[in-house]
């Protein structure tokens, strides 16, 4: 049976305060490939920046750990395009830079009312009211 990783195991390997859940997960990925949703890395960012207060660079090193982990199996792709974006002027949320990165790798337009999203991400349509 496959293995799926969900953000409370993700959180605890990142951010290493809880020691034996820590271990388990560092144990776990010595001897077995797992899997990470999206939606388990998107939440795990939400978290780390809303409850820890760690900034968007030291989010986005735990990120790059999470998809260079040979054991780890996630949207790579995904992933590696959104880190590129996460630090860039206009700052736009991670699950915003997500969103069109997801349109993008559909080859769809992102429709949007937000106009820092529009000016982020050039192949955005601004929606007017």
Known sequence: MALALDTNCLLR????????QTAVIDD????????VADLAIAETVWVMKRYYHISDETIAISIARIIQH?????????FNNVLGDMNTS???????TCLAHYAQLGEAKLLTFDDTLAKKFPRMTKLAA
């Open 13 to 20: 390997w990142l951010v290493r305060d809880v020691p034996e």
């Open 28 to 35: 776990l990925l010595k001897r077995e490939r797992v899997h």
């Open 70 to 78: 040979d054991k780890i199996n996630c949207n790579r792709t995904l």
């Open 90 to 96: 206009p700052k736009v949320s991670f699950v915003d």
